[in-house]
């Protein structure tokens, strides 16, 4: 309850202490129905929870664990999927696109209204992989079309997690072209972010990886951040026109077995005109701070800049 208005109800039981029983409860009431009404109108004006019934979005996430597959043997089981909103058929209206940890992703376009239809089979983005984690909507190709990139991991053992990108081909469908663009990456992906770090036009990508290593085989004395995984850690691909390069090492962008990628975020922290990233790490690595230099490379800078920061992070944001 607002504070206003517990005074004014505290008001109320006091003021009505100095006339006889049968007018305090009139002046008690009259009181209370107003500090309801107040509530009632203050929870219309944000939101409203909207039943499946009507939106028609009845999608959800389940999970089945074995004796082979769980949160013993994975540990990101439990870490759940992902949505992305956008227009995607430019309609004017946002659509959902949802991915499952295990079953199929689903596309919704929206019909107005609050009402949805799954299009996920005619659209062609239910995904083939084992286990999908992240997705982020970003026009890739540059068509003016929302493209739909979705992250995979989960598969510890076969070659099933490569990502996926479903390029938008303006009449409904989509085309699934991660390997030919160079984004099919094998990491334990978390999430993907689209920006123009070198300013020249296109989206360029981030990808967050979380790594495959157990947590208990690390050697803590050991600092090996600067060692780059061949099989994962964090990368930064440069949108080349047709295919995407990985540009990580040469731009300054940290991708060790102990880069366990949470969430990143983009934000121009410096006011300079020039993107930034900020990435959390889960357990024990602390998380990056890369300031954009403007000549296609970053300077990693978090204990300069924020010498304190949150022990196991999940999602960064930017305060706007
Ligand atoms: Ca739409
Ligand atoms: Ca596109
Ligand atoms: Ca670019
Ligand atoms: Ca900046």
Known sequence: MPVPLFSFLIKSLKFGQNYPRMVRWPIWLLALSLVGCRNEQQSGKLFELLKSSRTKVRFENRLQFDEAFNVYTYRNFYNGGGVA???????????????ANMGSNRLYLNEGGFRFRDVTEKSGVGGTRAWSTGVTMADVNGDGLLDIYVCNSGDIK????????????????FTEQAEAWGLADQGYSTHAAFFDYDRDGDLDCYLLNNSYQAIGSFNLRENIRAVRDPQGGDKLFRNDG????DVSEQAGIYGSVIGFGLGVTLGDVNLDG????????DFFERDYLYIN????????????ICPISAPLPWGPTWPT
């Not at 020039?274 to 790490?281: G, L, M, R």
Request: aromatic share 12%.
């Open 293 to 304: 230099r403007g000549d296609g490379t970053f300077s990693e800078e978090l204990e300069n």
């Open 85 to 99: 909103l956008g227009d995607v058929d430019n309609d004017g209206l946002i659509d959902i696109y949802f991915s």
């Open 242 to 245: 047709a295919r995407f390069t």
């Open 158 to 173: 076969g070659d099933n997690k490569q990502n996926e990108l479903f390029l938008n081909n303006g009449n409904g469908t």
């Open 274 to 281: 020039w993107t930034d990233i900020y990435v959390s790490n």
